[in-house]
């Protein structure tokens, strides 16, 4: 039977790669963007989209009603904002601070609550898109503190997601798509989505560890 695969902030990035290459290979590929009638790029591809604002909790709680009955192999928590683009430590609006929280970290914790059973009742995958900058272990760099903070704040969500759900036989993970070219990476950036998300999948497929992992897109662990 077909996977079922969830993403979460699929109409641009690395999210519409997920949905394209799942797609590609004959997944059941439900789509979420919060503005549906803007997303050409994804109704090209040909699946499943729902409306989905990650800041509102009704939001999710809406779209968790409708799939209620769904069983999902993977979920992918990729929507994500990168907020001021500070360097060093720097005051910046609350608002600003506050939309990068509740986008990077209140969001996928609440989408985690929403959709934890589909992907328990499938022993599924729960994915997270994270980044290399949220890890305490490697940081070398102050700039963009409030998304570094909010990564960090995320995979302290996976972790506790995974021990939660590990014990029902869902593999949780938090991923570094490495640096690639999209609106918030940039055109500088050393990969193309299709390199990134080729890698993530592979990453996705051949986790074991039951307990909460930090990866990059090559596999390799990073320390939180
Ligand atoms: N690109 C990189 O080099 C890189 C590196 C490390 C980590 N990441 C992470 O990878 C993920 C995807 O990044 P990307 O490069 O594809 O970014 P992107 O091109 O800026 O796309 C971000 C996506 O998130 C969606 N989104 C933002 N806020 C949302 C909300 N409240 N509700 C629903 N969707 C929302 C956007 O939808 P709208 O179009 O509606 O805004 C868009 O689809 C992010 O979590 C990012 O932090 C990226």
Redesign the pocket.
Known sequence: MAKTVLI?????????EFAKQYAADGCNVIA????PAEAAELRRVGVTIEA????TSSSIEALAKKLADESIDVMIC?????GPRSDGLTDMPTEDFDLVMR??VL?PLRLTLAFAHNVARARGAMVF?????GSIGTMSSSSGIA?RAS?AALNAVVKATSLELGKKGVRVMAL?????R????GPQ?SLT?TESVAGMRHVIENASDKHGGFFDNTGATIPW
């Open positions: 979460v902030g699929a109409n641009r990035g690395l999210g519409l979420t963007c919060r503005r989905l604002d990650t800041s990729n929507a994500g904002v990168y986008t990077n969001g898109l994270s980044s290399r900058m998304y990564k570094h798509p490495g640096w690639v999209t609106d918030m990476g950036a989505p």
